[in-house]
């Protein structure tokens, strides 16, 4: 009896805890409870609901996997897939509920929570669906905001788009979904206005709370900010989403998700330009937790431009790391194999990058050293396109033309585009491949007349063969082209031109019948603006005016004749010394030897020693000093204020005739020798 009074005093206390949310109080009473009896089913089960409300999911899922006899699936199924689905064992937790027959509405919530954390978006939609058919309680506006999540994930990823679902966008986590559904289909100003809404409605909703500050508002605004950042990025304004997403970042929410995106996306504005800033901003990507809040990929794309930022910093080990643990997580993707090849080519390894695409690799498996064999080409056919692209850019780097048109011609899918015609004749004709590139044009032409007859890219290619074919002297090939292209329109007067200058080096009689089709002189007349046309930009000849020309015979008839402008003479250069008071050298253009006051060159003139004598004395210093052997000299030019007059002498020789000194002239050869090319 007393045993009993006990039980229920617990259970009461039980209860009173429960109600009030203190869980850890309640925890200790069904310990109590479990001591008497450890298997009590409903013991077990309000401890495992206390434990969850505390956040100890692991002891909570230990509990239920070591009282598993007695905790069946239907009873606690909701609980245990709850508890792997905080731990993150997604796979796990969609078992756990794909084990359950019956399922109530709250694991039918946690069942679409699962669904869309494991990318399943459209399984989720009907779900949630379903969901707000069927159920009437206060949770239907949290459902919507989930169903809107889930169509805006269907926009982004899948670029699949459900029918109008009607739902409203009263909240602005409604309005924000509404807008990322624009931007998956491309609507980025639409999205913009959504956004600014979303942005309203969220400080209207805290506005009316005084409690919450500014800072809290503005953390809660970040992913709204952080989303225009985005959108203002697609629309190609990078300095005004640059400069919202550093707000953000100040604002260092507790998201690591949104951080990580965030930091990313700063990351590929700055591409290889600032590159101590991307440094920075990939230590926030690296944060904890981060994979469990991305998609599959957006942490894709993390890695990716973590690795092509190692390569820009030339940081070569890291972005091999990176690469080849992105191959291990993503083997299809063929994106690590790409980086790599850029990394050698960087390294100046262009044949080691066409190798690693295109040859043979081997492999070896973690258990035993058996290795194998496998064509990266053949394990990806979906981007074999991309891929072939990227070894014949690499082959056209190294010079290797015809390696490069090759790879081109194995591609199928693109052997009948026009840019893949118009690149393979290029490089054809540029290695004098005049052969190959006719037959490229024959192939895509011949492949248009069986799909597409008579369309404009068939009637394009026609012609750009026959004009081809002509350039290159082949008139006889051309000559079908031309005949089909005038069957088309036998209107075409530049096609019967070009069909009959190819018939009259091949075939002159029928040149001669084709010519009867030419139309006549005056047919040909087209109205044209004869004096616009010379008047505009590119006109090299302009015919004179009939007005000009009568005015000018008028002026001839009145003996006016032509006015020729005058030239100016240039006045020649005089010497610096030239004075004009002095008479000019009648004999100075008679060479100097024939000049009558030529005596001839004074030789044995010795010059005055030089360092000999006492320490510090010099020859040269008396004769400088002694003002009685210097020779007065005429002034080049008279001192101001002074009036000279120079009588003129046959001994004075004009400075045309001056010759400099033996001195002068040696000294000039020896700078000549030292002008040489070994400098010393």
């Keep these: 009896m007393a045993s009993c009074v006990w039980l229920t005093q617990l259970w009461t206390e039980v ?13 200790k009473s069904l310990n109590k409870i479990l001591q008497d009896d450890k298997d009590d089913i409903i013991a077990l089960h309000c401890k495992v609901v206390c434990l969850v409300h505390n956040g100890n999911f692991k002891e909570a899922l230990n509990v239920i996997n070591t009282h598993s006899k007695v905790l069946s699936s239907d009873v606690i199924a909701f609980e245990k897939a709850y508890c792997e689905y ?46 707000i058919r069927n159920s009437e309680d206060d949770y239907e506006e949290e459902r919507k905001t989930n169903l809107s999540a889930v169509v805006a994930a ?43 809404k979303a942005e309203e409605l969220c400080r209207q909703s805290f506005s009316e709370d005084t409690d919450i500050s500014d800072e809290e508002i503005d953390a809660e605004l970040a992913i709204i900010h952080a989303q225009m950042a985005y959108v203002m990025q697609l629309q190609g304004r990078n300095d005004d989403a640059l400069q919202l997403y550093n707000q953000v970042i100040k604002l260092k929410p507790s998201d690591v998700g949104l951080l990580s995106v965030t930091a990313n996306n700063i990351i590929t504005l700055n591409k290889d330009q600032n590159v101590f ?30 690795a092509l930022l190692a390569m820009h910093t030339n940081q070569a080990d890291q972005c091999r790391k990176l690469t080849s643990g992105m191959q291990k ?23 080691k990058a066409i190798q690693l695409l295109e040859e043979t690799h081997l492999t070896e498996t973690e258990h035993t050293k058996l290795k194998r064999d496998w064509d990266f080409l053949e394990q990806h056919p979906e981007n074999a396109v991309d891929l072939k692209m990227t070894i014949a850019q690499l ?13 081109l011609r194995s591609i199928d899918e693109k052997s009948n585009k026009l840019g893949m015609v118009s690149a393979l004749v290029t490089m054809y004709s540029h290695e004098e491949d005049i052969d190959s590139a006719i037959e490229i044009f024959c192939q895509a032409i011949q492949w248009y007349q069986e799909h597409q007859p008579n369309s404009p890219a068939h009637l394009l290619l026609v012609r750009e063969a026959a004009n081809f074919k002509l350039k290159y002297g082949r008139q006889k090939e051309a000559i079908s082209d031309l005949e089909q292209l005038w069957r088309q329109n036998s209107e075409d007067v530049r096609t019967l031109a070009q069909l009959i200058s190819a018939y009259s080096l091949v075939d002159s009689e029928k040149a001669k019948i084709l010519s009867k089709h030419l139309p006549s002189l005056e047919a040909m007349s087209f109205k044209i603006d004869v004096d616009a046309l010379e008047n505009s930009h590119g006109a090299t000849y302009i015919r004179k005016k009939t007005g000009k020309v009568a005015s000018e015979n008028q002026q001839k008839e009145h003996g006016q004749g032509d006015t020729k402008k005058k030239k100016k003479k240039k006045r020649g250069k005089l010497p610096k010394n030239y004075d004009p008071k002095v008479p000019p050298d009648p004999e100075r253009w008679i060479p100097m030897r024939e000049r009558s006051y030529y005596r001839g060159r004074k030789k044995g003139k010795k010059k005055e020693p030089i360092g000999k004598g006492t320490q510090g004395a010099t020859s040269s210093g008396a004769s400088e000093l002694d003002a009685s052997k210097t020779v007065n000299s005429p002034p080049t030019s008279p001192r101001p204020g002074t009036a000279t007059t120079m009588v003129p002498s046959s001994n004075i020789v004009p400075p045309r005739q001056q010759k400099p000194s033996a001195a002068s002239k040696k000294k000039q050869q020896q700078k000549k020798k030292k002008g040489g090319k070994g400098g010393w």
């Design 277 to 306: 800033d991307s440094k920075k901003k990939v230590k926030l990507t690296n944060a904890e937790g981060v994979e469990h809040k991305l998609t599959h990929r957006q942490l894709q794309a993390v890695e990716v431009n973590k």
């Design 329 to 351: 997580q993503n083997p299809k993707t063929p994106l690590p194999v790409l980086i790599q090849a850029a990394q050698m080519c960087r390294e100046k390894q262009h044949t």
């Design 154 to 196: 269907l926009s982004t990823w899948e670029n699949s788009y459900p029918q109008d679902l009607g739902l409203p966008e009263t909240s602005y986590e409604l309005c924000y979904n509404a807008a990322c559904t624009l931007i998956g289909e491309g609507k980025l100003p639409q999205a913009m206005s959504k956004l600014q």
């Design 86 to 131: 905080r731990l993150n064992r997604i796979e796990t937790a969609l078992k756990t509920i794909e084990s359950v027959d019956q399922r109530t509405n709250k694991l039918k919530e946690l069942y679409a929570q699962v669904l869309y954390r494991l990318e399943r978006y459209k399984d989720c939609l009907m779900v949630y669906r379903d969901l």
């Design 395 to 407: 082959y056209l780097v190294q010079g290797h033309v015809t390696k490069a048109c090759d790879i």
């Design 15 to 27: 209860n009173r805890y429960g109600q009030a949310s203190d869980y850890s109080r309640a925890l």
